[in-house]
């Protein structure tokens, strides 16, 4: 089964998480990446802005097309929703089978409704605070989240 894990990472958590995604399960990786610039705090309250107002950010083109492999597994940190570059990659892309998971500081809130709608229902979902990455906590729930995954595509 070819699998492709994709995600957006602004300060490197959901980078962090997906990088170990990939790792336990063999998969491919790919960064989905703005076209613009999110470093600067005012990039952050322009993303929540533009979350309101339902614009859709511009990615770069991508490596890997996702419908060539069986299951997409996406990653997207939350600022005030789901972030922009996810929202785009989700909205221009198809896939066979998905599965999602999000970084955050508060609370995921709605997210994996708002990605379903942009795209298709997941075989399973990863929520993961930013506490949790930096203890150390979230070994475990990635490793729970790869094992209902391959318990699902057998």
């Known amino acids: 089964m070819k699998i492709l894990v994709a995600f957006y990472s602004r300060h490197g958590h959901t980078k962090k998480v997906g990088e170990k995604i990939a790792k336990i399960l063999g998969a491919d990786i790919e960064e989905i990446i703005d076209k613009k610039d999110r470093s600067k705090l005012i990039s ?4 929540s802005f533009n979350e309101e107002l339902r614009t859709q950010t511009k990615i770069f083109p991508l490596k890997n097309n996702p419908i060539n492999y069986n299951l997409v597994i996406i990653g997207t940190p939350i600022w ?5 570059p996810v ?3 989700l909205s221009q892309n198809k896939f066979n089978k998905l599965a999602f998971f999000a970084t955050f500081g508060a609370s995921a ?6 990605m379903e709608k942009l795209s298709k229902k997941p075989i399973a979902t990863l929520s993961l605070q930013d506490r949790q990455i930096k203890v150390g ?5 990635i490793k729970n989240f790869c094992n209902t995954i391959k318990d699902k595509i057998k």
């Open 80 to 84: 005030s929703g789901v972030s922009p």
């Open 109 to 114: 809130e709605n997210a994996f409704y708002i």
């Open 44 to 47: 952050w309250f322009e993303s």
């Open 137 to 141: 906590e979230h070994k475990r729930l």
């Open 87 to 89: 929202k785009a990659y």
